[in-house]
């Protein structure tokens, strides 16, 4: 019994060094909802998909840090919430939410603003407005 106990408490050790190394990143989020003017149902397969990206660089390609993307269940307004890694956030860059809604690769919806977030904690649930691809 005695031969049992170091080799139980290595056992527990190692099971939590390896739960603190498996878990996740801190996360924070962005929340809000969609919505579009038109008076229109949506179709059943229709998909949003909402980003949040840093638009730092203006010569280059925004940098994607989360995405909610699925199957639209309901009508507008459809709230969304974009969960993020705080530690991938730099204070002097600059973030955006944008959203779309597409059907079957279709584009039907677009945001067409600039809908700015700090990521500082500070950010008010967002309303994103969608207009309509023509």
Excluded: W
Aim: hydrophobic share 40%.
């Amino acid at each position: 019994m005695n031969r049992l106990l170091p080799l139980l408490a290595t056992s527990l050790l190692t099971a939590g060094l390896l739960s603190a190394c498996t878990s996740q990143a801190p996360t924070a989020s962005v929340t809000g909802e969609v919505f579009y003017l038109q008076r229109m149902s949506l179709p059943p397969q229709a998909v949003l998909s909402v980003t949040l990206q840093d638009v730092s660089l203006a010569d280059a390609p925004a940098i994607e840090l989360a995405r909610q993307q699925g199957t639209v269940s309901g009508q507008v307004p459809l709230p969304f919430r974009l969960d993020y890694n705080p530690q991938q956030v730099d204070p002097h860059h600059r973030y955006s939410v944008s959203a779309r809604i597409e059907q079957e690769g279709r584009l039907l919806f677009i945001s067409t603003q600039h809908y700015s977030v700090k990521l500082d904690g500070s950010d008010q649930p967002l309303r994103i407005k969608l207009d309509p691809i023509r």
